[in-house]
């Protein structure tokens, strides 16, 4: 009698009965002492009703074989219970998942930078990287290390604000504004010299006189466009007199500049021959943990390592995995082409230009001569570099003007001795 107090909290049955004379199947309950609930007829051959999951096979033997009962919904604490045990994998799984989403929530899964200019993102994520943050990365407790770094590496950044917003770590910067420095007011008289000595391939002076042609040797320091004028007024009042005048002298002159570049190459190159023995290892990375059984493994003196990645996401988690392949090799060494040499000397002479070169130089001629030396091979490299080589230079005109009163004094005690001369 405990136990059909609490039948229908413990565990209850919605049934649906079908039928002829319902109601005998009710009575025949209330004689037994069996509790229903929630009776509903929904026609005069079909009721639904709830029974206590204890009184569900003594309502069945009380109707008898007259009437059919189909179970259309279970409930109460114990078949919650036993649902829950049933479906333990799933909860399991449930409970895994919002851990999964926990831990990936510690790891950055994308970096955005905003407020950048003149500074490319290559260099910035660059930075970042170095610093300790990027993709797949533990997030830092404080990102004041990778604020400094950002300070030390880039002197025009005057601004640092990085921020979490989930798994996106967003970067803001600001640069200081360029300063351009302070040119020559267009009114102060300047000639165009040469700033590298070199051969004249085309001169465009846009103010001032030309004094050189193309096809014409210039040395450091020869002028190249002159800021000075000489003529003659058309103010008969001022007589013959020529006079000089001065302007800020701008243009362009192109040059052949002779550049010699020296490289010492090995003169011997170095190649990995298979042997045919080989074995697999696997890489795996999750978050900061790694796992590289082919380091363990590897037995080899010389081989050579090839990676295929078969899985590499971000999200939910960081997680890589990789299959490698380790195969034994022997190193052996032979004497290396002019073709290999020319390669690794174009490839050098390139990396040359990009860290020297101003926009707008070139290349124009290049010869090389290799000469064997011990162990190495030395190879002399000559360019013929198209460079604008004018620069500007202030002229000094009280100098010139000295110059030129000088001249003319000299000029007028030679008239003035003739003239006695004449005289006697």
């Known amino acids: 009698m405990k136990w059909k107090r609490f039948g229908f909290l413990r565990h209850y049955r919605k049934i649906k009965i079908e039928g002829f004379n319902l109601s005998n199947v009710v009575n025949k309950c209330i004689g037994r002492g069996i509790s229903l609930r929630h009776l509903r007829w929904k026609t005069p051959l079909e009721s639904t009703v709830e029974v206590s999951g204890e009184q569900y096979d003594e309502l069945k033997r009380a109707a008898g074989n007259s009437y059919r009962f189909t179970v259309i919904g279970e409930g109460g604490a114990f078949f919650l219970f036993k649902s829950m045990k049933a479906n333990t994998a799933a909860i399991t799984g449930a409970f895994l998942l919002g851990a999964l989403i926990f831990y990936q929530s510690i790891f950055v899964a994308e970096i955005r ?14 930075t970042l990287a170095e610093a300790g943050l990027y993709e797949g990365v533990r997030k830092p407790e404080d990102y004041g290390a990778v604020k400094e770094a950002l300070y030390d590496e880039f002197d025009n950044i005057t601004w640092v604000s990085i921020f979490e917003n989930g798994q996106l770590v967003e970067v803001q910067i600001a640069e200081a504004a360029e300063t351009e ?14 700033g590298a000595s070199g051969t004249v391939e085309t001169i465009l002076p ?10 014409d040797y210039v040395s450091e ?11 003659q007024s058309t103010d008969y009042s001022r007589g ?7 302007s800020h002298a701008d243009g362009q002159v192109i040059a052949k500049v002779p550049l010699r570049l020296t490289y ?12 045919g023995s080989s074995f697999w290892g ?19 003196e010389v081989s050579e390592r090839s990676e295929r990645t078969v899985l590499d996401i971000v999200r939910p988690i960081p997680v890589t995995i990789s299959f490698i392949k380790i195969e034994e090799a022997i190193a052996k060494e032979s004497r290396q082409s002019e073709e290999n040499l020319q390669k690794v000397v174009d490839a050098a002479v390139r990396q040359y230009a990009r860290e020297n070169f101003d926009d707008g130089e070139s290349i124009s001629t290049q010869s090389v001569e290799y000469t064997d030396e011990a162990g190495v091979i030395r190879a002399e490299v000559m360019l013929e570099v198209l460079q604008d080589i004018g620069v500007e230079q202030e002229i000094d005109v009280k100098e010139d003007e000295d110059e030129a009163e000088s001249g003319e004094k000299d000029g007028n005690d030679e ?3 003739e003239e006695v001369q004449a005289g006697e």
Do not use: Q, W
Not at 206 to 215: E, I, R
């Open 240 to 246: 013959d007199e020529i006079f000089t005048m001065y």
């Open 221 to 231: 320091g020869d002028l190249l466009i002159s800021g000075t004028y000489e003529y």
């Open 113 to 126: 930078i905003d407020g950048y200019s003149s500074i490319s993102e290559e260099n910035l994520h660059r």
């Open 264 to 275: 010492y190459l090995e003169k011997n190159e170095r190649k990995l021959e298979k042997t």
């Open 181 to 194: 420095e302070a040119k020559m007011s267009d009114e102060t008289p300047t000639d165009i010299v040469a």
């Open 415 to 417: 008239k003035n001795d």
């Open 206 to 215: 846009l103010t001032g006189n030309a004094c050189v042609k193309k096809g």
């Open 282 to 300: 696997i890489y795996i990375k999750i978050g900061d943990a790694e796992i590289d059984t082919a380091v363990k493994m590897n037995r080899y």
